[in-house]
T-cell receptor
Framework: SQQGEEDPQALSIQEGENATMNCSYK?????LQWYRQNSGRGLVHLIL?????REKHSGRLRVTLDTSKKSSSLLITASRAADTASYFC???????????????FGKGTLLTVNP | GAGVSQSPSNKVTEKGKDVELRCDPI?????LYWYRQRLGQGLEFLIY????????KSGLPSDRFSAERTGESVSTLTIQRTQQEDSAVYLC????????????FGPGTRLTVT
């Protein structure tokens, strides 16, 4: 079943602008991760935020997590054309029958950064 | 060190044929995962291997799908009697162990069933 749901489904911005993508999930989590995918191929891990954290930064990336609302946001500041990709959130749930290794992915946000 | 590799990168097959997809995980990673990604969709979990434990096959969509892993190395995903709805990108990932937070993904195999 789909755990993470990103919105918007697609986002088009100009270089230099900030891009914000949101993710909502349904069940309790251990952590939430954001991945990037270029051209429908391999995923690259961007950032992980644990359930007891509220905000995390990595370079131009800022992730927030609100466990009361079961939502997260990914902010990319000063976007570049090279940031054009699909972005996915993935959640990892607490141990449930020993299956806490599973990541559940949303459908992703397609970000286009126009030069 | 080398990342996760998958082969072939692209596979076109006729409906009804069997296909084998291969994944070479990062050396030393005991956990290996297969995912399927249909066009415009997120990743669907298929199967999980951890060391010598019995694999979690709960995500395999039908009995036409099977996967094997030799020890803590190569894995093959086999799809028998392929159908057009099997067309997708099949992604493999590995991690240090099932508890490790990060999964490292291969480039995927794009399967097209005609």
């Amino acid at each position: 079943s789909q755990q993470g749901e990103e919105d918007p489904q697609a986002l088009s911005i100009q270089e230099g602008e900030n891009a914000t993508m949101n993710c909502s999930y349904k069940t309790s989590i251990n952590n939430l991760q954001w991945y990037r995918q270029n051209s429908g191929r391999g995923l690259v891990h961007l950032i992980l935020i644990r359930s007891n954290e509220r905000e995390k930064h990595s370079g131009r990336l800022r992730v927030t997590l609100d466990t009361s609302k079961k939502s997260s946001s990914l902010l990319i500041t000063a976007s570049r054309a090279a940031d054009t990709a699909s972005y996915f959130c993935a959640t990892r749930s607490p141990n449930s029958g020993g299956s806490n290794y599973k990541l559940t992915f949303g459908k992703g946000t397609l970000l286009t950064v126009n030069p | 060190g080398a990342g996760v590799s998958q082969s072939p990168s692209n596979k076109v097959t006729e409906k009804g044929k069997d296909v084998e997809l291969r994944c070479d995980p990062i050396s030393g990673h005991t956990a290996l995962y297969w995912y399927r990604q249909r066009l415009g969709q997120g990743l669907e979990f298929l199967i999980y291997f951890q060391g010598n434990s019995a694999p979690d096959k709960s995500g395999l969509p039908s009995d036409r799908f099977s996967a094997e892993r030799t020890g803590e190395s190569v894995s093959t995903l086999t799809i028998q009697r392929t159908q057009q709805e099997d067309s997708a990108v099949y992604l493999c990932a590995s991690s240090w162990n099932g508890q490790g937070p990060l999964q490292y993904f291969g480039p995927g195999t794009r399967l097209t069933v005609t």
